[in-house]
């Protein structure tokens, strides 16, 4: 981009934003209020004393959405558990709660047929909860409450009582024990489990043992002190509670210990599956909360605030959960909105098209900040607010393959000096300026000094040398390269990697950039075949245990996931790596914090990929009538609390 046309973007963008926010100061000076409802608005309560109850035994009376009215459905007390969830996916002090009223669909936008991300977060709902995913406390969500042993091994949680489904079976404590022992502990179905679910979070010890107490009450015990376990039940990998907590009372009909023989061949044959394939059927039904868009999963018993109602070529529509488990302070039941629809477009020029038109409600996972200036200009007209939030994540890290099959290429990018020289020869501030318009800062992880010279230094010391054509050479005596291969997963990634080109030939590596579609790229991400990309981690996400490794030594990583049994045996000082990070996993939160500080001094030292940036910006576009949304929030944080928006108007 030229600088002259930089510049202009720049300066619309930052009149803009300062335009809104005199209006917005102006707005908040005219009614002296915060979030404050539309007048006429028909709220099922004021604001007052009823929206400050933070103990829902202090409600009195609940109420349901009105399309429940003229249905054929219990009483909505029938159809709460004996203690609904009070919602508190938000902290306090990044939003202040209204309680909102009933009615509306919400919109979302995507560009691939079977993922709609933004909507994947609004509908999720893990077994435990930290508020704004801060990872900073847990809290109970689905489950009414959890205990942890002093010795961090033994772990009890409590069912809440009167919880059901949402075809309206009640939750009991046989799902849990279907999902654990016929499910997790069937080694047809399962023939690994997980590292998370086994002792210190370790692939090499054993897994939790599983105890049914009471109706109400189970425990987990695991071999070894594991006080991350919650974590992992809240947040980490965006996990849902469907690992846990199966509908028993429907998936038995796929299962071979429970359902009729003949049944369940009959069922094979129309699938298509031969007779011993009995596993890929039952995987088919077992929706998971990653699975909401896929054709089997209508009908399917959930409990989120939304479930599969329609899909079709163009769009997915959800529905409301007449059972969902959680209430606001004057005793609603959630979610506000009735649906939810899933828009899906050809390409992600297509997105910014229906954002700017008005024809979407929630924007945030697709949005971008080279089309912030594009956004301000159209709020009015397009009846939206687009403002930006942190990310959760550093968004364009670069990553060198350290095990890439290509001994050459293995000998150059493992020595560490090679990856400072790299890491120095970065201009983060250009990028910054240039692709981040600004809303970025150099990463704190590695030395974010830009110092070619230092660059230059540390390759003439590996004996890199020049050849006639002013590039390095490899140990080989041939050119050295660096090929980046990217997809177009976000705007950023092939400016970006222009970017690298020109760096790095500014310190003598020949460097080259290709762009792939989305599902090639995956494919050889998948096989080790990509030597350098771009992607990004959940750094600031500490608790997704997802700091690169992955990628830049995806043959260390398995063989450190599969206790040895594949892969590739990773150096020592990638093994300390991996010991600092298993002690963030197994954790308490005060001593994982102390770890990933740890963690990031090892980054630091060993520069295993190159997290450029961090505190960047993410725009989020909502419908300006949305009530219950914050600025204040990490973007994605803002989705957790769905299921209590509403419209105003």
Known sequence: MKKSMLLIFMLSFLVAIMMTACSNNEEAAGDGTENSQSEGGDSNDSQGEGSKITDVSEITEFHQAPMFDELDLPAVTERLPNVPKLTNEMPEDVLDYEIGQYGGTLNTVTAQVDWDADFFVVNNEPLLNTPGILGEEITPNILEDFEMSDDQKEFTFYLREGLHWSDGEPV???????????????????????TWLKSAGDASKDPFEFEVIDDWTFKMTFSEPYGGFPMQLAITNWRG??????????????????????????????????????????????ITEREFNQPKSQGFPVLNPWMTKEISDTYYLFERNPYYFKVDAAGNQLPYIDEVRSNIVQDSEMIGLKVIAGEIDLSRENSALPKMPLYKENEEKGGYIAHTADMHLTPSDIFFNLTYEDDVWREVVQDKRFRQAVNHAINREEII??????????????????????????????????????????PDGKRFTVPFEIAPFAPDFQPLAELLVEYLGEVGIHATTKTL??????????????????????????????????????????WWNSNGEKGEEPPEDVKEFYQILNRVNVSTVDEALQAVEELKQNMNDNVWQFIHIENVKQPVVLNAELGNVTADAMAIGVNFSGEQWFYKK
């Open 517 to 558: 579609d989305q599902a090639l790229w995956s494919e050889r991400d998948a096989a080790n075949q990509l030597q350098a990309s771009i992607m990004w981690t959940h750094t600031v996400a500490w608790y997704m245990n997802d700091f690169g490794q992955a990628r830049w030594g995806k043959l260390w990583n398995e």
């Open 241 to 286: 509670y469907a690992d846990l907590l199966k509908p028993a009372h429907y998936l038995k009909e796929y299962h071979k210990e429970y359902a009729d023989p003949d049944e369940l061949q009959a069922m094979l044959d129309e699938e298509g599956y031969d007779e011993d394939q009995w596993v890929s059927l039952f995987g088919d039904y077992d």
């Open 433 to 474: 300026d240039s692709i981040y318009y600004g809303f970025a800062e150099p990463s704190t992880w590695v030395d974010s000094t830009f110092d070619v010279d230092k660059a230059n230094q540390l390759l003439d010391e590996m004996g890199m040398e020049r050849g006639s054509d002013g590039y390095r050479l490899g």
């Open 172 to 194: 009991t404590m046989e799902d849990f024990r279907f999902a654990i022992e016929d499910v997790i502990f069937n080694e047809e179905i399962t023939p690994i489990v997980p």
